[in-house]
């Protein structure tokens, strides 16, 4: 089984950045792409931005582009999320996620899960 662990995440003001982290659990995630997602309450899940396994491509939905980055060191097993001007509506619990099979073409559909790590953002 695939276990992730994201943390990171905290209470910022708008405009503020935090960088989350998502750190591998029993196995090697440099063969493997991460996605990042997040649900705030009362909505559906959104997915946000994915990473290839060596980190040479990533991929952003509109919501986040040029304000979100992903990076990864597969050295320490860790992929991360940069976010930078955060507004209110990123309010949310962000999870980190990845597949044995899927490549990011596919990554609203990533198996394996961590737990989530909560972003409050105050006005």
């Known amino acids: 089984q695939l276990q992730l662990v994201e943390s990171g995440g905290d209470l910022v003001q708008t405009g503020g950045s935090l960088r989350l982290s998502c750190a591998a659990s029993?196995?090697?995630?440099?063969?493997?792409?991460v996605g990042w997602y997040r649900q705030a309450p009362g909505k559906e899940r959104e997915a946000l931005s994915c990473?290839?396994?060596?980190?040479?491509?990533?991929q952003y939905e509109n919501s986040v582009k040029g304000r979100f980055t992903m990076s990864r060191d597969n050295a320490k097993n860790t992929a991360y999320l940069q976010m930078n001007n955060l507004k209110p509506e990123d309010t949310a619990i962000y999870y980190c996620?990845?597949?044995?099979?899927?490549?990011?073409?596919?990554?609203?559909?990533?198996?394996?899960w961590g737990q989530g790590t909560q972003v409050t953002v105050s006005s």
């Open positions: 996620a990845t597949d044995p099979i899927l490549t990011c073409t596919y990554y609203p559909g990533f198996g394996s």
């Open positions: 029993g196995f090697s995630l440099d063969r493997y792409p």
């Open positions: 990473i290839s396994p060596s980190g040479d491509s990533t």
